[in-house]
Nanobody, 122 residues
Framework: VQLQASGGGLVQPGGSLRLSCAAS????????IGWFRQAPGKEREGVSC????????VYADSVKGRFTISRDNAKNTAYLQVNSLKPEDTAVYYC????????????????WGQGTQVTVSS
């Protein structure tokens, strides 16, 4: 099982990125998909999660209205559109999957991608 997160980079405040999470040896439509982030010296925190069907999604208060999670089960890929980026969004972003629906607890997720760095700086 492999989850490949990509799409990170260096962006100015107010900028946007589209993060992708591609799965192999795993059928994503069986799983809820979560995006987490971890900044240096901080704990990993939940950013967003989407249900296996895509019918529901949840967001951390800090990203509501700026980030949008989506999934394309046909492509076995999930996305996180990140807009209006702020310096405090700087972190390594990870995707992860969970069988039993969304959770904000990292320990509830079975498989993790390797992370993609997002740096917001002028």
């Amino acid at each position: 099982v492999q989850l490949q997160a990509s799409g990170g980079g260096l962006v100015q405040p107010g900028g946007s990125l589209r993060l992708s999470c591609a799965a192999s040896a795993l059928t994503l439509n069986d799983y809820a998909i979560g995006w987490f982030r971890q900044a240096p010296g901080k704990e990993r925190e939940g950013v967003s999660c989407i249900s296996s069907s895509g019918a529901s999604a949840v967001y951390a208060d800090s990203v509501k209205g700026r980030f949008t999670i989506s999934r394309d089960n046909a492509k076995n890929t999930a996305y996180l559109q990140v807009n209006s980026l702020k310096p405090e969004d700087t972190a390594v972003y990870y995707c992860a999957v969970r069988v039993y629906g969304c959770s904000s607890v990292p320990g509830h997720y079975a498989f993790w991608g390797q992370g993609t760095q997002v740096t917001v700086s002028s």
